[in-house]
């Protein structure tokens, strides 16, 4: 998925877009995480092919077929589920509709019927939390208690119980306390904006300052794995050098995914997809608390950004004629389209 995204995203040669995805394929972290299937393992699974799906489209041909959308609604409610920090996904759905030049109507339209594939999808879930708690919850009743932990007077950002004074009682029933605990994180905010200014650059720095803490993961989750203090710290350097590498690749990456995307029919809709994700991705973890875990989503789509810069290198080492390099996609596309999935 990664690698179909990156060559389809860049417009090189497919050959090259599979060398594109091997720093994904080598990422340290991203290796270690699967061995608990931790939540993240699956989250970024389902977001990937969320993203895989509508950047396989060929936007230069027309809107995605209603049969496309539905698939990738499904995919959707299947991620949001896992966690709903993959909604930016459909916000890049309907921008990337307005790339194409499609108009407010289409963007709606595809919108719609994802949304009705993501609807059904939350239904079974949203029926057994009616019957188990007696109230409408469509997704879970932690997050409440994720908006609300790090917000309070003094807090460094990261991690605490959301037992203090400015949260609801912890003796109340889950159903009970996630909505009361939604309500004193967004009063917080607001009778604490300068409190909140403050706590948001230190829940970023915990998020994205370093990449080995995959490591306790593993360690602490039922593995067998043992390691020596000199094997474990070599660890640490290789995945800390890894992550900031890529993140400091993505940065030049960015700005030539942004450069002229709305003038490229055929990737400015794929561009918008891809940083859209990657984004939100990165906003939304900060609205609730800090931890290094909450980067590791954004790892493959960093690794495609940081394509782009790969790719800038390549072209101008070895420039290909850009005719070959659409004939090459748009043989692709006609294959995707025959299917349509």
């Not at 539905?70 to 299947?78: H, I, S, V």
């Not at 409190?195 to 993961?217: A, G, K």
């Not at 800038?312 to 290909?320: E, I, N």
């Amino acid at each position: 998925m990664v690698s179909e995204s990156a060559g389809l995203l860049h417009q090189v040669r497919v050959g090259v877009g599979i060398l594109l995805v091997v720093p994904v394929a080598f990422y340290p972290s991203l290796i270690l995480g699967v061995a608990t299937f931790a939540l993240e393992t699956t989250f970024i699974f389902s977001a990937l092919l969320c993203v895989a799906i509508a950047v396989d489209h060929d936007w230069t041909s027309g809107p995605m077929s209603r049969k496309r959308l539905l698939w990738f609604g499904a995919a959707m409610g299947y991620s949001i589920v896992i966690r709903p920090f993959s909604l930016p996904i459909m916000l890049g759905l309907g921008i990337a509709v307005l790339c194409a030049g499609r108009g407010w109507r289409s963007a709606l339209r595809h919108l719609g019927w994802a949304s009705i594939a993501v609807v059904v999808v939350l239904t079974p879930l949203t029926v057994r939390n009616e019957v188990v708690f007696g109230k409408f919850i469509p997704i879970s009743t932690n997050l409440g208690d994720g908006m609300c932990m790090s917000r309070f007077i003094g807090s460094r950002g990261d991690f605490a119980w959301a037992s203090h004074q400015w949260c609801a009682d912890p003796s109340l029933p889950e159903e009970i306390r996630n909505p009361a605990n939604t309500k004193a994180a967004i009063h917080f905010v607001l009778d604490h904006p300068g409190e909140e200014l403050r706590q948001i650059p230190l829940r970023f720095q915990l998020m994205m300052r370093q990449d080995h803490t995959v490591l306790v993961e593993v360690s602490e989750n039922g593995t067998r794995l043992r390691l020596s203090a000199r094997q474990r710290r070599a660890l640490e350097i290789t995945t800390d050098a890894y992550y900031h590498l890529s993140w400091i690749l993505a940065l030049p990456g960015l700005a030539l995914l942004l450069a002229g995307w709305r003038r490229n029919r055929r990737t400015g809709p794929r561009r918008a997809i891809i940083a859209i994700t990657l984004l939100g991705l990165q906003v939304i973890p900060i609205t609730s608390w800090g931890n290094p875990r909450f980067h590791r989503p954004m790892l493959p789509f960093i690794a495609i950004v940081a394509a782009a810069s790969i790719a800038w290198v390549l072209d101008r080492r070895w420039p290909q004629p850009a005719e070959a390099i659409v004939a090459e996609h748009a043989l692709l596309s006609d294959q995707s389209a025959t299917s349509d999935l």
